[in-house]
């Protein structure tokens, strides 16, 4: 079973420090990408396949929509798990397959990169740390940060993972000044929203009595969704699940009960229809906080590009689990370790 190094027994654990440093790390990320030519190896390929596990996954789930918006007539970018790469079979014909690790060292995702090396494919990464078991399997790696996250809970490996995907497609997409205005602006824009933090200190308490929460997002804020439930189950074990918003009333609804909370996200293209969504969960008697760029969302977040707005609404939910592991007494840096029966499944991310 792996240790936990420099352990903290209270706050701030390192979770928060890493939240906080989500400025300086996505800065360092943007320069790494703008200072690569690594852009012109994914613009060439006609079936472009993203892969990773965990929070790195999701991050290839948000590479491969922003690369897909800025591709090439005709080319074809999908996120696969790197589970069903390593264990599934291909699709016929050759493509790219890239990589996405914070360590470089997660197992099934090295396993699939190997296994599509074998198989004939073209095998790129993308990477947080240099030097890594991932750079032995690949052809090229690009590195974009210098440090590793100091807090299994990963939230800046995640927030650099975004930004370095914003400025490959960026590169794809020379015409879109507005991306790339938006794009440097970030980590100023970032530290904006780490301003959150008080509000969701006084809403985190409240929801980590409840028995359960759910994320609710649409588009890109999906992705977050996603990203969101990971993260609070692996900070203190609260039950989480995430669903478009949509989706949620077409049966997830029904199972709603009065001890559930439910976070909104809501961007500024959110119409009437996530209106109505909204007053019906209300009336259903669950606890709904709205969080976006949206006017009447609750907690507002900075005004970004739609591209780049899984880079800000992460941060409130980062906080949220950080705040509720700390309301339910957990460590949210060791997943749960420190728990024998859980044990087992976090040695097996690591074998």
């Not at 599934?88 to 996405?100: E, K, S």
């Not at 809403?203 to 990203?227: N, S």
Request: with cysteine; aromatic share 6%; glycine share 8%.
């Amino acid at each position: 079973m792996a240790a936990f190094p420099n352990a903290r027994g209270r706050h701030p654990f390192h979770m928060h420090d890493m939240i906080g440093s989500q400025p300086t790390h996505v800065e360092e990320a943007i320069l790494r990408v703008r200072a690569s030519d690594f852009g012109s190896s994914l613009a060439r390929a006609r079936h472009l396949v993203l892969t990773g596990c965990g929070t790195s996954f999701h991050a290839a789930m948000y590479g491969a929509r922003v690369l897909q918006a800025a591709a090439r007539a005709g080319n074809v970018v999908e996120a696969v798990h790197a589970y069903d790469l390593a264990n599934r079979p291909y699709p016929p014909g050759r493509a790219t397959i890239l990589g996405v690790s914070h360590s470089g060292t997660t197992p099934t995702t090295n396993q699939a990169l190997a296994r599509a090396k074998r198989a004939g494919h073209r095998v790129l990464g993308v990477c947080g740390l240099p030097d890594t078991k991932m750079e032995e399997i690949v052809r090229r790696t690009l590195v974009i940060g210098s440090m590793h996250d100091r807090s299994w809970a990963n939230t800046m490996s995640y927030t650099t993972q975004l930004a370095a995907f914003a400025v490959l497609a960026s590169h794809q997409r020379r015409d879109r000044v507005d991306l790339t205005r938006g794009i440097s602006r970030m980590p100023q824009v970032i530290r904006k929203t780490l301003e959150t933090e008080r509000a969701i200190v006084e809403i985190a308490r409240p929801i980590a009595r409840r028995d359960k929460i759910t994320f609710l997002g649409a588009g890109f804020d999906e992705i977050t969704a996603f990203e969101a439930a990971l993260k609070i189950r692996e900070t203190c074990g609260l039950t989480a699940s995430a669903y478009h918003p949509e989706q949620f009333l077409h049966g997830p609804f029904l199972s709603l009960d009065r001890n559930e909370s439910i976070v909104f996200l809501r961007g500024r293209q959110d119409g009437t229809r996530a209106d109505v969504i909204g007053r019906v969960l209300s009336k259903a008697g669950a606890e709904v906080t709205t969080i976006g760029e949206h006017p009447r969302a609750s907690i507002r977040l900075p005004s970004t590009h739609p591209y780049l707005r899984p880079i800000l609404s992460v941060i409130p939910m980062q906080f949220l689990a950080y705040y509720a592991a700390l309301a339910r007494h957990a460590n949210p840096d060791i997943m749960r370790t420190d728990i024998p029966r859980l044990r087992a499944g976090v040695a097996a991310l690591f074998h």
